[in-house]
């Protein structure tokens, strides 16, 4: 069983920067890839970013890609997300997940785990 709890988001202007934190519970926590997924109103759920149980492997949706960075420490058991240069567009509940499979996360984007979320607001 794995727990996450997510904390970080708020309100930012157009520009601005933010980093998200998910707070994992479970002593195989090293051995998931997590991922950062996204909703905003009225849409559907949307991948961000995933990121190997090594910190070896990452991978982004297309519309974050050199703006968002996504990082782990299997020490302190979280994973975090860099948000800069921060649009509108990116206004969405964040929610981290985490799975056994790098492939559940990134190309089924069914993984096994959910946080609660945390609300993200740009403003214009």
């Known amino acids: 069983q794995v727990q996450l709890v997510e904390s970080g988001g708020g309100l930012v202007q157009t520009g601005g920067s933010l980093r998200l934190s998910c707070a994992a519970s479970?002593?195989?926590?090293?051995?998931?890839?997590m991922g950062w997924f996204r909703q905003a109103p009225g849409k559907e759920r949307e991948f961000v970013a995933a990121?190997?149980?090594?910190?070896?492997?990452?991978n982004y949706a297309d519309s974050v890609k050199g703006r968002f960075t996504i990082s782990r420490d299997n020490t302190k058991i979280t994973v975090y997300l860099q948000m800069n240069s921060l649009k509108p567009e990116d206004t969405a509940v964040y929610y981290c997940?985490?799975?056994?499979?790098?492939?559940?996360?990134?190309?089924?984007?069914?993984?096994?785990?959910w946080g609660q979320g945390t609300q993200v607001t740009v403003s214009s």
């Open positions: 990121i190997t149980w090594s910190g070896r492997g990452t």
């Open positions: 479970g002593r195989t926590f090293s051995t998931y890839t």
């Open positions: 997940a985490a799975d056994q499979s790098f492939n559940t996360v990134v190309v089924r984007r069914t993984p096994t785990y």
